[in-house]
């Protein structure tokens, strides 16, 4: 794995930590969760499988 894939899947990782921890202080719904995780996840997957 390059630096740049390992980088990316530590930004994912802090994006969804972010929005869970969001999410438990009531500052972001059950639908923004599931947003937020659903975009890190499509952008997660789009970028590390095309470098």
């Known amino acids: 794995m ?3 894939k390992l980088g990316l899947v530590l930004a994912a990782l802090a994006v969804a930590g972010v929005a869970v921890a969001l999410h ?5 719904g059950r639908g ?3 947003t937020a995780l659903m975009a890190t996840a ?5 970028m590390f499988f095309t470098q």
């Not at 499509?42 to 789009?46: K, Q, S």
Request: aromatic fraction near 6%; proline fraction near 0%; hydrophobic fraction near 60%.
């Open 2 to 4: 390059t630096d740049a």
């Open 24 to 28: 438990r202080q009531g500052a972001l």
């Open 32 to 34: 923004g969760l599931a």
């Open 42 to 46: 499509a952008v997660f997957a789009a």
